[in-house]
């Protein structure tokens, strides 16, 4: 699994996808081989089988934390937020249920209630999850904002920024020229 994590982070997702999809054929009744390798097809844009993945780790596992969230980010990466914010209300976990809420919520185009769940994960642990606060920042446009988190979570070394780079949700800061100077900093690609 560690392999499968390391490939992805460096962009190599082909890679990733092989050595997850060997993880998983080692061990099919692995929870933990069904939520990397869901994880690596969402970040390589499959999004049918990473949604597969996602059901069949609910499946062996109903309450895997984050795995409503990561559903409902597929669905919403598939364009249908309605079926996204239905998943994301089952998560458990109120840090992974009010950054997927922040997300679906502006997708909907309620920025009253993104703000709300915005506030509410503030609330919890600004310092530890800087990195969710950058992808919520990133994913409703507010770049400036997304670069001054991706600074806190690089000051704090969070665990997020191994993701960064194949994040869907960050695709939106690529163009921006502090990108190629943040990638460089973390040395991840």
């Known amino acids: 699994m560690g392999a499968a994590a390391g490939r992805r982070t460096a ?41 597969a993945m996602r059901r069949k780790l609910l499946a062996l596992s109903p309450g895997w934390l984050s795995g ?20 994301i209300r089952q998560e458990s976990s109120p840090m992974w249920r009010l950054t ?20 509410e994960l503030r609330k919890l642990d600004s310092v530890g999850i800087a990195y969710q606060f950058a992808e919520i920042h990133a994913y409703r446009g507010e770049i400036d904002l997304a670069f001054e988190w991706l600074e806190r979570a690089e000051a704090t070394n969070d665990s997020g920024l191994t993701d960064a780079i194949t994040n869907p949700v960050m695709r939106s800061l690529h163009a921006d020229p502090r990108w190629a100077a943040f990638v460089a900093r973390l040395r991840l690609d």
């Open 11 to 51: 962009a190599r997702t082909d890679e990733a996808i092989g050595y997850a999809e060997q993880a998983l054929s080692a061990d099919p009744l692995s929870p933990n081989a069904h939520a990397v390798l869901g994880l690596t097809y969402y970040y390589a844009v499959r999004l049918d089988d990473a949604e």
């Open 68 to 87: 409503q969230y990561y559903l409902g980010r597929i669905l919403l990466a598939r364009g249908d937020a309605q079926a996204a914010l239905e998943a």
């Open 100 to 119: 997927g809420l922040a997300l679906v919520h502006h997708a909907l185009g309620q920025r009253a209630e993104s703000d709300a769940a915005l506030e």
